[in-house]
């Protein structure tokens, strides 16, 4: 029996309504910490401290103080593409959610997240999905529905993993692992928004409680 998580119930509806491989589509793979969001960055190089902004987006770009990079993370191997071309990766040491070192080249990375980001972002501004949600999809298969929570510091929590989400311009996006859900959201108040996708309606009404 299918679980009544984000990811099994939207692999449920895209089995039925598509001819995409859904289950490899929508298996996202288990996360504990997201790199997703606005970072700073020091590192101390010849006595010297350097370092700024970074921010890793869940498409993966990596947005840096001169320009625009790529980056990937696999098995504990964070590999930053910088706009020059240059490539350098090696293993990351998390201490918590907000605070990892990169090492590599003999050198150490020391990320701390933007904590003043977070504290703005916990400051739930109206048409937030910030917050916890029941989830009811509706499509010609029929109707599911679950709990769904999105952190202030772009997690998407499912009953069974946390995936990165962003909220932009009237889009939400779900990075599922391999692949994506994504639409517009349309909002009814504060309490209550539907995506629509691939004639499926997604509609998140807030829990009023978070053990509701």
């Known amino acids: 029996m299918l679980k009544n998580t984000l990811a099994s119930m939207v692999a449920l509806l895209f089995l039925a309504n598509s001819a995409l491989q859904a289950q490899d589509f929508l298996k996202p793979a288990p996360q ?39 980056y990937t993370e696999f098995n504990g191997i964070l590999t930053i593409t910088y706009p020059t071309g240059q490539s350098l990766g090696g293993p990351m040491m998390w201490k918590g959610q907000d605070f990892f070192t990169h090492s590599f080249a003999g050198l150490t990375c ?8 977070l504290k703005a972002q916990a400051q739930v501004q109206p048409n937030s999905v910030v917050g916890n949600w029941r989830l009811t999809i509706t499509s010609p298969a029929g109707t ?23 909220q932009a311009n009237g889009y939400l996006t779900i990075d599922l692992g391999n692949s994506k859900l994504s639409g517009p959201i349309v909002w009814n108040g504060p309490e209550r928004f539907t995506l629509t996708m691939n004639n499926t309606t997604f509609a998140f009404d807030r829990e009023q409680f978070a053990g509701k």
């Open 110 to 117: 020391v990320y701390e997240r933007d904590t003043m980001q």
């Open 144 to 166: 599911k529905n679950g709990p769904v929570g999105f952190t202030a510091n772009g997690i998407c929590q499912l009953s069974d993993s946390n995936v990165p989400y962003m």
């Open 32 to 70: 504990g910490n997201s790199l997703v969001g606005k970072w700073k960055m020091t590192m101390t190089y010849e006595g010297k401290t350097i370092g700024g902004p970074v921010t890793f987006e869940p498409n993966g770009n990596c947005v840096l103080q001169n320009g625009q990079g790529k």
